[in-house]
């Protein structure tokens, strides 16, 4: 699988979510390799997109996205993600949240009491709210997606392997077995 493969997944599925507009919960989603799923279950094909099996004749590696629902109730991300696990079956995953980031100049100036440091973060001018998605493969590779709100423009998303470290390497984890 190359990384055009999880770039292509990500890319879509934070086309997906930025229809859906800003200041969304946080959203996860399993990445499934089309042209297994579709020899393993024909009957897919009536029911995804008509895109999925057609990117699946094209190229065994395409994958498609299946949001979950009802995640388990967690207090931050990375709690959230410690809860999941994946089915064999499952070649990747992906999450996407939005986040109020401050250039690093910025951090000087926040308060240390955590009441005054988010009031001070809500109001900074210079403050930026982005969008993550991040993608993984099972195999290791992985994209993230970042789309800031003052250039809201499918033109303007930026992207690379390693964008969001963390997030990458907590979402790999996801796939680590005990």
């Known amino acids: 699988m190359n990384d055009n493969t999880i770039a292509a997944a990500v890319k879509e599925i934070e086309r997906y979510v930025a229809g859906a507009g800003w200041d969304a919960p946080i959203r996860v989603f399993a990445l499934i390799r089309s042209a ?12 995804l997109p008509a895109d999925v099996p057609l ?46 980031t401050l250039p690093p100049q910025a ?11 988010e009031r001070f973060i809500a109001t900074d001018p210079r403050r930026e709210e ?5 993608g993984v493969l099972r195999s290791g590779e992985s994209w993230c997606a970042i789309r800031m709100r003052s250039h809201d423009n ?8 390693d964008l969001v470290p963390e997030l990458v390497e907590a979402l790999r984890a996801t796939f680590t077995e005990e």
Do not use: Y
């Open 36 to 47: 297994q799923a579709l020899a393993t279950h024909p009957e897919l094909a009536a029911e």
């Open 55 to 100: 990117a699946a004749a094209e190229n065994p590696d395409a994958l498609f996205s299946v949001e979950q629902e009802g995640l388990p109730p967690a207090n931050s991300i990375g709690e959230l993600l410690a809860q999941l696990a994946w089915p064999d079956t499952v070649a990747g995953a992906a999450i996407t949240c939005e986040r109020v």
């Open 154 to 161: 499918d033109d303007e998303v930026l992207g690379s392997p």
């Open 107 to 117: 951090e000087k100036d926040i308060p240390a009491d955590p009441q005054e440091a």
């Open 130 to 134: 982005i969008r993550m998605a991040v």
